[in-house]
């Protein structure tokens, strides 16, 4: 099944305690992207990644790190986590830029 | 201003109705437009997209696309309460040749009563 792949689904961490959400894609899609997803706010982009070894920042990329070392696997580090990135990350991908995204099924971070 | 921009809502239609779902964007070079629909709790999931003026139609969702007055839209005929969801503009603007940026609304709510 074609799909993008987020772990953990729920997480709570404390301040300043670096964490990693994986994701990973089995569609051999080019483009992958992180965002978060606040009330009010809506979607917003905080890193995207054109190809391996290719990433670049979106509007909201303060306190968090991307690497892209292989074309499936687009790693969010929080280095050192804030209340302030309490929120819903979806991490996903797509075919290319011209085309629309597929998404993971979110992963919901809480900072205390 | 917003880049992309919509009605937060709620829309409220009686089931059977068309509901009609508005976006207007800011970036004139915006190549691409996508429609999702995201339930409650979960991911967006792609519903749409239109990538050339005029109406694009499948099954009962009609994507416009009006890229002079730079505007888009969602119809759904014969609305279900299944359809229930926030509906979320999205808007793809090249930056290059190769980069884009892919740009969310906030999203409208749509009720459909039963």
């Known amino acids: 099944e074609a799909q993008v792949t987020q772990n953990p689904r729920y997480l709570i961490t404390v301040t300043g305690k670096k964490l990693t959400v994986t994701c990973s894609q089995n569609?051999?899609?080019?483009?992958m992207s992180w965002y978060r997803q606040d009330p009010g706010l809506g979607l917003r982009q905080i890193y995207y990644s054109m190809n391996v070894e290719v990433t670049d920042k979106g509007d909201v990329p303060e306190g968090y790190k991307v690497s892209r070392k292989e074309k499936r696997n687009f790693p969010l580090i929080l280095e050192s986590p804030s209340p302030n990135q309490t929120s819903l990350y979806f991490c996903?991908?797509?075919?290319?830029?011209?085309?629309?995204?597929?998404f993971g099924s979110g992963t919901r971070l809480t900072v205390v | 201003q917003k880049e992309v921009e919509q009605n937060s809502g709620p829309l409220s239609v009686p089931e059977g109705a068309i509901a009609s779902l508005n976006c207007t964007y800011s970036?004139?070079?915006?190549?691409?437009f996508f429609w999702y629909r995201q339930y409650s709790g979960k991911s967006p999931e792609l519903i749409m997209s239109i990538y050339s003026n005029g109406d694009k139609e499948d099954g009962r969702f009609t994507a416009q696309l009006n890229k002079a007055s730079q505007y888009v839209s969602l119809l759904i005929r014969d609305s279900q309460p299944s359809d229930s969801a926030t509906y979320l503009c999205?808007?793809?603007?090249?930056?290059?040749?190769?980069?884009?940026?892919?740009?969310f609304g906030t999203g409208t709510r749509l009720k459909v009563l039963a």
């Open positions: 569609m051999n899609h080019e483009y």
């Open positions: 999205a808007v793809n603007m090249g930056l290059t040749s190769r980069t884009y940026k892919y740009i």
């Open positions: 996903a991908s797509s075919l290319s830029g011209v085309y629309g995204y597929t």
């Open positions: 970036d004139r070079v915006s190549q691409s």
